[in-house]
């Protein structure tokens, strides 16, 4: 039986206008150890999130690569102003970096916890 989800790390994406947007503070997550991961997006914490469609991708590196790949390992959630989404990732790549993809609205705020289980 495994064990409870554990909170890997949380990054915040701040006044995002455009496509392929970094957070404050851009976050390397390391896979190694989950089995499986869940990423949760939270757009009810920041009241400047004013986006109607905005998507978060994760970005992965292929095992023995030195540069990150240009297309999602996964495109995981697409939200609007005022909800909170979770999606699971399995089989995790071994290490991601997520990205904000600002659709439609004037600009994204948005807060993202990944949780890990291995």
Same mark, same amino acid.
């Given at each position: 039986m495994k064990g409870h989800f554990q909170l890997i790390g949380t990054v915040h994406f701040v006044n995002v206008t455009g496509l392929n947007a970094a957070p404050? %503070? !851009?976050? +390397? &997550? !390391?896979?190694g150890r989950? #089995? /499986? +991961?869940i990423i949760q997006? !939270?757009?009810?914490? !920041?009241t400047n999130h004013l986006a109607t469609d905005c998507d978060i991708n994760v970005i992965s590196k292929? *095992?023995?690569a030195t540069?990150? #790949? %240009? %297309? *999602? =390992?996964?495109?995981?959630?697409t939200i609007a102003d005022n909800e909170v989404?979770? /999606?699971?990732?399995? @089989? *995790? *790549? @071994? /290490? &991601?970096?997520?990205?904000?993809?600002?659709?439609t609205g004037t600009r994204?705020? +948005? =807060?993202?916890?990944? &949780?890990g289980r291995g």
């Open positions: 404050s %503070t !851009d976050t +390397i &997550f !390391d896979c989950w #089995d /499986e +991961i997006v !939270d757009a009810l914490e !920041d292929p *095992p023995g540069n990150w #790949d %240009t %297309t *999602p =390992y996964a495109e995981i959630l989404r979770s /999606e699971a990732v399995v @089989p *995790p *790549p @071994p /290490e &991601f970096k997520l990205r904000c993809d600002m659709n994204a705020d +948005i =807060y993202v916890r990944v &949780f």
